[in-house]
């Protein structure tokens, strides 16, 4: 079926540079969201993201975080600058909507901040 | 906001053994449900999507509950073998926002 595509999938960074996760949503869809996933955690919302705005952001979104999605190309997650805590595996999902709620889930980017 | 609850955290079981996995949920208003499972490194895979008026489901080798008066979901593999192996993790979605809220997870060992 249709794949969310996360570009890189491992990314090691010096604490304090900045780091951009892409993601390549499913081509039809109109909604995008990240998550975080803290390795053997839980998956926490950070965000999500329609017609070029920020919809609704959990307090791990922190003041460093940015998204966007500019003409259309890949949805982006920006952290600036990078924490250690900031280390986990993030997850890009996208929807066609959310009345039905079908999700595609990409298959993580692994950030490693050192 | 919504909180989502999922025990056990862990679980160990025979191979053809049943597991059980139990997520509650507060917001009554809640529509749709979900079922993942991940397995090391990897993404997740739906498992199940259940709406609010359908109680039970029945896929390849599980069986969803989901009891609306309770706010109550559940993940029942029937006869569980080693490639289940995984941790399992359910999730509410915000009908408004399309914000998906999740348990803890359930990492599940089938051993043979």
């Known amino acids: 079926g249709p794949k969310v595509l996360q570009i890189p999938s491992h990314q090691i960074i010096d604490m304090g540079q900045m780091v951009t996760l892409n993601c390549d949503p499913v081509?039809?869809?109109?909604?995008f969201y990240w998550y975080k996933q803290i390795l053997g955690q839980q998956m926490e919302f950070l965000v999500n993201f329609y017609n070029g705005k920020v919809m609704e952001k959990s307090k791990l979104f922190k003041d460093q975080f940015s998204v966007e999605r500019p003409d259309g190309s890949y949805f982006t997650l920006k952290i600036q600058p990078t924490a250690l805590e900031d280390s986990a595996v993030y997850f890009c999902?996208?929807?066609?909507?959310?009345?039905?709620?079908?999700?595609?889930f990409g298959s993580g980017t692994r950030l490693l901040v050192i | 906001g919504e909180q989502v609850e999922q025990r056990p955290p862990h679980l160990s079981v025979r191979e053809g053994d049943s597991a059980v996995i139990t997520c509650t949920y507060t917001d009554p208003n809640s529509y749709y449900f979900f079922w993942y499972k991940q397995e090391p490194g990897a993404s997740l895979q739906l498992l199940m999507k259940v709406f609010s008026s359908t109680e039970i489901n029945e896929g390849q080798g599980f069986t969803v509950l989901l009891n609306k008066k309770d706010k109550r979901l559940s993940l029942n593999l029937t006869a569980a073998h080693p490639g289940d192996s995984a941790a399992y993790f359910c999730a509410v979605s915000d009908s408004n926002t399309g914000k998906l809220t999740f348990g803890d997870g359930t990492v599940l060992t089938v051993k043979p």
């Open positions: 999902a996208s929807s066609w909507d959310i009345a039905n709620s079908d999700y595609t």
């Open positions: 081509s039809n869809h109109l909604y």
